[in-house]
């Protein structure tokens, strides 16, 4: 569960089927009370892909079911490094389900 950090972006595979895909922010307070924050690449195919472009929205809180895709090596999150030359880390989940919880304008629960 956390926030959308991107609105969704529509794409087409080879084969014609929509893949959609956009970040998840989920954070957590650790023993010190610092928050920190895991921020998941989510990856949709089929009408899924298309009702999430169509929906879904930066801010909305999100619970994303799936299969998560870590580093094939290290097990961890996948490294990479930004476009001002700092370092980051992200996991990829491959979602199955994706439930909206709220956006910024509403509260309603909705859930595809």
Do not use: C
């Amino acid at each position: 569960m956390g926030y959308v950090g991107n609105a969704p972006e529509l794409k087409f595979a080879a084969d014609g089927k929509p893949v959609a895909t956009f970040s998840v922010a989920s954070s957590k307070r650790n023993k010190a009370g610092e928050d920190k924050t895991t921020w998941f690449r989510v990856i949709v195919y089929g009408v899924l892909a298309e009702t999430i472009v169509e929906h879904l929205k930066k801010g909305a809180l999100v619970l994303v079911l799936g299969e998560l895709n870590s580093d094939i090596d290290t097990g961890g999150p996948k490294v990479y490094q930004k476009r001002d030359g700092s370092w980051a880390s992200s996991y990829e989940l491959y979602a199955q389900s994706v439930r909206f919880l709220s956006k910024k304008e509403e509260h309603d629960e909705i859930s595809y």
